[in-house]
């Protein structure tokens, strides 16, 4: 396992319980977590990174600007049904044709 960097041999590993191995496995790997320098990864975990993000992208691919990024546990804003024709709706746009009730065969 010296991919891992976990000096286990076979020998030592027919001698140790199941759960050993997992108690060595799981220290060696927290060893290696820990020689990481993770600093990189903290801009992940600012609050709302991923709504801020999305809606970066959102105004570089198509110009929409997004102000008031809100954190999940507000209410959603209510919003204003589809735009467009009358009586005309999301599932009007996008629906299927009907399906063929003729069974083949």
């Known amino acids: 396992m010296s991919r891992f960097q976990v000096n286990l041999p076979q020998n030592q590993i027919r001698k140790m319980s199941a759960e050993e191995v997992e108690e060595k496995l799981k220290t060696a790997a927290v060893e290696q977590i ?3 320098d993770c600093s990189p990864l903290v801009k992940y975990l600012e609050p709302l990174f991923a709504e801020k993000e999305l809606a970066n992208w959102a105004a570089e691919k198509f110009g929409v600007f997004v102000s008031g990024v809100q954190a999940p546990s507000r209410a959603a804003p ?3 049904p589809p735009q467009g024709r009358p009586g005309a709706n999301a599932a009007d746009r996008h629906s ?5 009730t003729a069974s083949s065969g």
């Open 96 to 100: 299927l044709p009907p399906r063929s």
């Open 78 to 80: 209510e919003r204003n």
């Open 34 to 36: 820990d020689k990481r």
